[in-house]
């Protein structure tokens, strides 16, 4: 059989060579790229080849495009691969994500919410929607039910915002040892796109999970939606013979 050999295209060539230089450190993590003149005089290559290395790179979660900043180094997901502890909406974040409670209450479980959360009808639960920004754009929320005679355990005052706020957006990550999760490519229904600023029906990925703790107790349930623009998802599998 003949073996055809195609020519590399131009521009895995710069995408190497950036790629190198991100993973080496030569470009720091949350720093801004030189613009696209400048890198292309840099790397020796034309400019439309350095954006087909760029787009690439965008693809891989190594750099992102921040309006009117220029393109950014990516934040390094090394540092949080495998880990279960940490709040996804703002770790997995390409940029910094800030957090803050948009609305709570407190009250009697929804059905499903006791179904999944193992609770009676007389327990109350806190319902709250945590929503999530960078440089002023909303880039997802999560909506989060925990029973509060799981909250006592924390000791902490639930008249405080500031208080339920460090709970919803670090203190229930930290705590959990294990997660039970179904993940889903949704469109966004009127609530959602309100939350998140959007138009009804644009695409995103939902996270639904179950939050246990150390003896295996179920203790919150929570339901993240990414605009998946602003995240690059990574997942480590492990299996086992049942």
């Known amino acids: 059989m003949k073996m055809l050999h195609g020519k590399m295209p131009a521009y895995l060539g710069i995408y190497n060579s950036l790629y190198s230089d991100i993973v080496n450190g030569v470009f720091k993590e949350d720093e801004i790229l030189p613009s696209e003149p400048v890198l292309a005089?840099?790397?020796s290559v034309s400019r439309n080849t350095l954006r087909q290395a760029l787009a690439i790179l965008i693809e891989d979660g190594l750099i992102c495009k921040s309006q009117g900043k220029g393109t950014r180094i990516a934040r390094?997901?090394?540092?949080i691969r495998g880990k279960i502890?940490?709040?996804p909406l703002v770790a997995l974040c390409r940029k910094p994500?800030?957090?803050f409670v948009?609305?709570?209450n407190f009250g009697p479980p929804t059905d499903i919410a006791r179904e999944k959360l193992q609770l009676s009808k007389s327990e109350i639960v806190l319902a709250c929607n945590t929503v999530y920004r960078t440089e002023?754009?909303?880039v997802g929320y999560c909506f989060m039910q925990i029973p509060t005679n799981f909250i006592s355990e924390f000791d902490i005052d639930i008249t405080t915002n500031e208080k339920i706020e460090e709970l919803v957006t670090k203190k229930i990550f930290a705590y959990s040892e294990y997660w039970g999760v179904t993940i889903k490519q949704i469109q966004a229904n009127k609530e959602e796109s309100a939350l998140l600023e959007i138009q009804e029906l644009e695409h995103l990925l939902l996270f639904e999970t179950i939050l246990h703790n150390g003896t295996g107790r179920h203790f919150a349930r929570c339901k993240f939606y990414f605009l998946p623009d602003y995240y690059h998802l990574e997942f480590g599998l492990s299996?086992?013979?049942l």
């Not at 390094?76 to 540092?79: L, P």
């Open 239 to 241: 299996f086992k013979a």
């Open 136 to 138: 002023g754009k909303v």
């Open 76 to 79: 390094n997901k090394n540092n």
């Open 85 to 87: 502890t940490e709040n």
């Open 97 to 99: 994500a800030e957090g």
């Open 102 to 104: 948009v609305d709570y």
């Open 41 to 43: 005089k840099q790397y």
